[in-house]
């Protein structure tokens, strides 16, 4: 029998520990106390650069820190809210004042997006890439051109991510929309840029997709 309290090995007749003193209620009672059973050590975290489970790559320490270090190569540029607020001296110079120009854009985006008027563009891309690693990449995208994520959902074999991108001189602002799947060869990414109320976005939509695909490029190569 063993003691219960700091583990030492005692006679069955004990009544009390040699080791520390301690009564030795099992030797009193007739019961026998088996030694004492370690706690397991904690599991490993889950890997998430094979996981699908988006759950697991965005709760990781490791992803946390890229994304982090993502964040620090935001570049903040002219929004159209600034650009309208700057110019609106040089507007009302020009006879262009009264209602505000970011007014008329506040009620003119969403009339033209109820009549169905927008503007995009879709790609897709296939990566020799375990799904983690290639969520992960987006989300490092995501996090260094300042696009919010608004919303992740599971998906089949994968999952959706949706984010906002910010206004800009030519548009103002958008929605991608990222479905990642995995697939037997590596991971599948259908994207989708749409700006609505606008009819055109002065090539935005496919510059925002071509730095997407370039970024994850990048931002694999970067992970651990």
């Known amino acids: 029998m063993y003691c219960t309290q700091c583990g030492a090995q005692a006679a069955p007749d004990h009544r009390f520990c040699s080791g520390c003193g301690a009564s030795l209620a099992g030797a009193a009672s007739g019961a026998v106390l088996s030694a004492p059973v370690a706690a397991a050590p904690a599991g490993p975290l889950e890997d998430w650069r094979e996981t699908t489970n988006y759950r697991v790559v965005l709760g990781h320490p490791e ?120 697939k037997p060869e590596g991971t599948l990414v259908t994207s989708a840029v749409v700006f609505e109320g606008q009819s055109s976005d002065w090539g935005r939509s496919k510059r925002v997709l071509e730095e997407l695909h370039q970024d994850i490029l990048n931002y694999r190569s970067l992970q651990p």
């Open 63 to 182: 992803v946390k820190a890229l994304i982090a270090e993502a964040s620090k190569a935001t570049k903040a540029g002219m929004s159209a809210e600034e650009f309208l607020k700057l110019a609106q001296p040089v507007l009302n110079a020009a006879g262009a004042g009264g209602v505000s120009m970011k007014l008329i854009a506040e009620i003119a985006t969403p009339i033209y997006a109820r009549m169905g008027v927008k503007t995009g563009k879709e790609a897709k891309n296939g990566y020799a890439t375990p799904f983690g690693r290639v969520l992960a990449a987006i989300l490092c995208s995501l996090a260094s051109r300042s696009q919010t994520l608004i919303a992740i959902e599971e998906g089949t074999d994968g999952c959706v991510v949706q984010a906002e991108i910010p206004s800009s001189l030519t548009t103002w602002k958008g929605k991608l929309t990222l479905t990642v799947e995995r």
